[in-house]
């Protein structure tokens, strides 16, 4: 799914919700993205100020947290930051490992009025 795919589905989903809570405008909402998630934030924030024009979302603030790439070795279970696509523990040199974070993307937080 592309990008502008993604943003209008959340949107539509953030405006649902408002909605369902009785709000008539969306002042804020705060994003979670992975590093390896696919997304670029400022592709991220020129969909959603597209997107968002004539919605109760017209006008909201948009923030945007990265999350960094974090991993845990299969091998010794040490949990660290990779770098990149470079996933070789630091600890014990494994290049075993399973993602921990890094990939998502979700809604931390939405205001509204």
């Known amino acids: 799914m592309d990008s502008l795919s993604i943003t209008r589905e959340m949107l539509k989903q953030l405006i649902q919700e408002a909605e369902s809570k009785g ?41 945007i947290t990265e999350i960094p790439l ?3 070795c299969l091998s010794c279970s040490a949990e660290y930051t990779a770098s990149g696509y470079l996933m070789r523990c630091a600890a014990c040199g494994s290049l075993a490992s399973e993602l921990v974070s890094g990939n998502e993307l979700r809604v931390k937080e939405m205001e509204v009025s």
């Open 70 to 72: 974090n991993v845990r």
């Open 23 to 63: 709000a008539t405008r969306i002042k804020r909402i705060v994003l979670e993205v992975g590093e390896m998630s696919g997304l670029d934030s400022g592709e991220l924030h020129r969909n959603f100020d597209l997107l968002s024009r004539e919605t109760l979302a017209e006008g909201a603030t948009l923030s």
